[in-house]
């Protein structure tokens, strides 16, 4: 039976989902100064209740960047030295923070369609954005969840424990790829990579489902793909509906 990996076990081959939280982090900041300047530019359409709950996001969503910047520095810095790596907990963090920093945009934009007349060219644009930042997101999050650890957790236990020699049952997605090779050499060798992540996490903003010919094993990889699905739902049907509607 394998060995729980630890939380604080430096992660492998972390460069590419950490550049994807960086950029995404950069795409929530550029997003959140064009909200404010419709706030700004807006202010007399916005009063009462809602102008304190704009104002509330936006010092959330202060709080979260400078957060993100202080995770990102502390962890950086003193890798000139080599004395620091990038374990599960430290990247998990920075994906929180991202996270919530999405999640406030997705709600202010959603105000400002409320209560401020947006042209759609601008919805559009800012729809973009959204998708790109929380389909970076959840790239990383994909492969949070999914790797490492590929193979362990109860399936695989019941899998070693049913007939011993067996292929391992992954718990998470299951890649075309690895189905395959089930099938006809009987082996578990193949593991993903950036790319199947990436592939994976686009078709399913865009389809709203996981792609054909993966598998979803697992309740927290589903309730993952759930919380990503419902993000894309405001994107497209609320901001981008409401963008073609004032097209007409």
Known sequence: MVAKQSTSEPSTSAGPYLITLIVAALLNLGLRLRILDHFLHGHHAISGPLAWLQRGLLTVFVGLLLLFIANLLARLLPLRTGSRFWSRQALQRLAVLASGMAATNLLSENLAIYRLNLASYTLMVEAFVLYLSITLIFLFWYWHVDN??????????????????????????????????????HSGHWRPAFIDYCYFTILSSNCFGPPEGHLLVGQAIKKLHIVHSLSMLLVFIVILARAINTLS
């Open 148 to 185: 490492p650890p590929r193979y362990q957790g109860t399936l695989w236990q019941t899998d070693a424990i049913a007939s011993a020699g067996s292929v391992p049952m992954p718990y998470g997605i299951v890649f075309p790829e690895e189905s395959l090779e089930r099938d006809l050499q």
